[in-house]
């Protein structure tokens, strides 16, 4: 299936198979020198080169017939061995390991059916290299992405961002973790290795056929889709085996629209030590973390005094008032739903666990959590370029249709209040009070490309608190962020930088079919 031959293209490169388990259901693949126009060439000696395909494939997932999948294949051209580490049988692109300063150069080979892009969340890159649905590129075709790495270490990520079927393709696997390091993340000796553990949470939804299941209606876009059965890292039922010491998990929310409310199963205070831009000034203690749909976080967890044998489980514990109140007409006459609440079994807010960690080993190690991780400076209002007029992006919902300031995306359209000056600092303010949309009203996982930016407070209106207070403890609000969670009733103040590139850039809610339905926007920074 999907062998890839395209005979009009003057030059060849063909690979081995990538040669792990699961890649053997898969084809060699071959991949062509990116022609003019279809590259973002920055400079001319990359220190790390991948070349990297999207396929169709299958894969098995649930014990019986393997699933259908869309998946990212990459094999390390040139650079530092370790940098593309594939995880073995799952449906998520490779881990790619990155270092700050790095130039790295993606071949990326559509091989999938219809136009793909390749978007790095959460990093800051030229407008050619960070994946607009605008720069997609058709089936068949190669496009390199160019970008020296300037973030500062960190859990990031890279997934398709196609055209009005971001969530489809994520959906059905097309993504992966980006990991990028620093001189001053190693020289905290965190633990490493096989003490470092990147999980990616999601939700499925299957057919009696193990074939995944995608939205069912427009109920299932506008609250967003929601699956009944929890995987890490592509996996169901997962377990971590630990030993009786430190680790570092690296946590990225992968999932289309789901809430997660991480705590662990017998009241051990979640310890904090990054967040979606990297290391935190200090650990920080929560009761739990809220994790919306792009977020990530990074916990610091000692198993060192249990007892060999026993089991600890991360959950996800109960919210309310994320998602709409139903009766508010969202939808209605088209969710096709078990409980009239989309097609999901499992609601945004219900309890439930997401993996069992047992501890199988004794292991002497004392390893401390060091008490400073990181210095951040952390920007004053006054330092922006409107301290006094803020830049507001109202959150609203209309029929079909959910909305930035009232307007929906078009490829390449800006308005006026969506340029921003090169090298400033923005006052901006994520706005969730739409009263014409009462009963619509829900939470938005906003999301803005290019630099991370820094949350400067967080307020909510007296009638919205009770549900609110469900979710706001486990807010994270120190530290650099590019996504944030803005609740029903919220209002959210932040400083973002607009540095280095000039450019048309994303913001949008990463509620995937939010996304989809046109609830993204452009912003252009013009020096
Ligand atoms: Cu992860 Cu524009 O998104
Ligand atoms: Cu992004
Ligand atoms: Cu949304």
Not at 267 to 273: A, F, L
Not at 358 to 384: G, Y
Not at 406 to 432: C, H, I, P, W, Y
């Amino acid at each position: 299936m999907n062998s890839f031959i395209d005979i009009k293209r003057r030059k060849f490169l063909q690979y081995a198979g990538i040669g792990t388990a699961t890649m053997a259901l898969a084809p060699n693949w071959l991949w062509a020198e990116a022609s003019p126009k279809n590259n973002a060439y920055l400079f001319s000696n990359p220190d790390v080169e991948i070349g990297m395909t999207a396929q169709v494939t299958e894969i098995p997932i649930l014990s019986g017939p393997p699933t259908e999948v869309w998946k990212f294949s990459a094999k390390l051209l040139n650079g530092p061995e370790g940098t593309v580490e594939e995880i073995p049988g799952s449906y998520l692109g490779p881990i790619l390991r990155l270092r700050k300063g790095q130039k790295v150069r993606i071949h990326f080979h559509n091989n999938v059916p219809g136009p793909c892009v390749v978007h790095q969340h959460g990093l800051h890159v030229p407008e050619k290299s960070d994946g607009h649905p605008h720069y997609a590129i058709d089936s068949g075709q190669t496009y390199s992405y160019d970008f020296q790495v300037l973030n500062r270490a960190g859990t990031y990520w890279y997934h398709s961002h196609t055209h009005r079927v971001t969530g489809h393709r994520v959906y059905f696997g097309l993504a992966g973790l980006l990991l990028v390091s620093d001189e001053e993340e190693r020289a905290l000796n965190l633990p490493g290795g096989d003490y470092e553990i990147p999980l990616v949470i999601q939700d499925r939804q299957f057919g009696n056929r193990n074939e995944l299941h995608y939205v069912h209606g427009m109920h299932d876009r506008m609250t967003g889709f929601l699956g009944d059965q929890i995987l890490v890292n592509g996996f169901p039922d997962f377990e971590l085996p630990v030993a009786t010491r430190a680790y570092r998990l690296r946590i990225l929310n992968g999932s289309n629209s789901r809430i997660y409310k991480l705590a662990w199963s017998d009241g051990t205070p979640m310890t904090v030590i990054a967040s979606d831009g990297g290391l935190l000034e200090k650990p920080e203690r929560y009761p739990y973390v809220t994790l919306a749909p792009a977020e990530r976080v990074e916990l610091w967890v000692d198993f060192s005094g249990r007892k060999v044998g026993s089991e600890i489980k991360l959950q996800s514990l109960p919210f309310s008032g994320a998602t709409p109140r139903m009766g508010g007409g969202m939808g209605r006459g088209h969710g096709r739903g078990r409980h009239g609440h989309g097609s999901s079994a499992l609601p945004n807010g219900a309890g439930f666990s997401i993996m069992k960690v047992r501890i199988v080993r004794k292991e002497e190690v004392n390893q401390k959590l060091p008490e400073r991780l990181s210095t951040i400076r952390s920007h004053q209002i006054q330092e922006a370029e409107n301290p006094d007029h803020p830049r507001t992006i109202r959150l609203s919902m209309r029929p079909h249709s959910p909305r930035l300031n009232g307007r929906s995306f078009r490829m390449t359209a800006v308005a006026d209040e969506e340029v921003f000056k090169l090298n400033s600092l923005q006052l901006m303010e994520f706005v969730n009070r739409d009263r014409r949309a009462r009963g619509m009203m829900m939470a938005h996982p906003m999301h803005i490309h290019g630099q991370p930016f820094q949350i400067v407070k967080r307020e909510v209106l007296p009638g919205f608190q009770q549900d609110y207070a469900t979710l706001s403890e486990g807010f994270i609000s120190s530290g650099w962020r590019d996504t944030v969670l803005v609740m029903p009733g919220e209002k959210v103040t932040l400083l973002k930088p607009f540095e280095d590139y000039e450019g048309l850039f994303l913001y949008h809610c990463h509620n995937t079919e939010h996304e989809d339905l046109d609830m993204m926007r452009n912003f252009q920074v013009r020096a």
